[in-house]
């Protein structure tokens, strides 16, 4: 698979957890305490072209991702999503901070 450089170390660690472990229920956790617990439901490279707007000229940009369906609503936030709905993971909006069942961190945001 060959990723963006924005997507290494980000969306390509969860998708080859999520592959190694394609059960588990992972915590999702996002700024202001929003946290949901998901598991796996999908992965592709997005269908639809989104317009990067460029102080010349607008391009288009293809990524990668990963869909998971919420198990549970810890902390409501700005995703507002709902037990049995749907979160679309990529690059643009990954999750601060990510839990694996053992309670080991698989992905925490360094500050900047």
Known sequence: MSWRFEEK???SLLYAY???AIDAR???????GESY???????YES???QEIEDEIDSAEEEFFVLTY??????TPGAHNSQKGE???IDYRDFPLRIVKPDGLILYHQRAE
């Open 86 to 88: 749907f979160i679309d």
């Open 18 to 20: 999520t592959f190694e």
């Open 69 to 74: 369906r919420v198990e549970e609503v810890l």
């Open 47 to 49: 269908g639809n072209y």
């Open 37 to 43: 617990i998901v598991t796996y439901f999908t992965a």
């Open 9 to 11: 170390g980000t969306i």
């Open 26 to 32: 992972l915590v999702f956790e996002y700024a202001f």
